[in-house]
């Protein structure tokens, strides 16, 4: 189950993250947030 969640972050990293988006390395911001908090997660739970 997925649930729908809002952030904020600053201009310029939303930018790099758009920048990604389009170069493939994402689908969407959803797909590179999903990624970027299963690694942050991942690595807390090693440490």
Do not use: G, P, Q, Y
């Amino acid at each position: 189950m997925r649930n729908k969640i809002s952030v904020t972050i600053d201009e310029e990293t939303l930018k790099k993250v758009e920048e990604m988006i389009e170069s493939k390395i994402f689908r969407n911001r959803s797909h590179f947030f999903e990624v970027a908090a299963e690694k942050f997660v991942k690595n807390k739970e090693e440490k």
